[in-house]
């Protein structure tokens, strides 16, 4: 199994009156990618309850079957599509931690 986690930083001139909308897009989209990736199996996005210490805006935790599987989900076009329209136009910083257990 493979833990993928990403941490998002929204991008600094998105109006405030946005960001809500945006953040739910993007935990919409990521969501529901489980059942159309192949090996792909939770996926959980983190949008609310944030604290003043952090320094990212939006959290990806999901488990994929192996590591083959992260590499089809990263080229797989349902999730080409989510990170395209409703992830990378609105993030300026992606951090990643992928890890095997």
Do not use: Q
């Not at 986690?5 to 993007?26: F, G, Y």
């Amino acid at each position: 199994m493979v833990r993928h986690v990403i941490l998002w930083k929204l991008r600094e001139d998105i109006p405030a009156s946005e960001v809500k909308t945006i953040k739910n897009e993007i935990k919409e989209g990521l969501e529901g990618l489980v059942g159309k990736v192949p090996g792909l199996v939770e996926v959980s996005v983190n949008v609310d309850g944030r604290l003043d210490s952090s320094n990212a805006d939006v959290m990806l935790d999901c488990i994929l079957e192996s590591p083959e599987a992260l590499k089809g989900y990263a080229t797989h076009p349902a999730h080409l599509e989510v990170a395209n329209g409703k992830v990378r136009p609105y993030t300026a910083v992606r951090t990643c931690l992928d890890y095997e257990f």
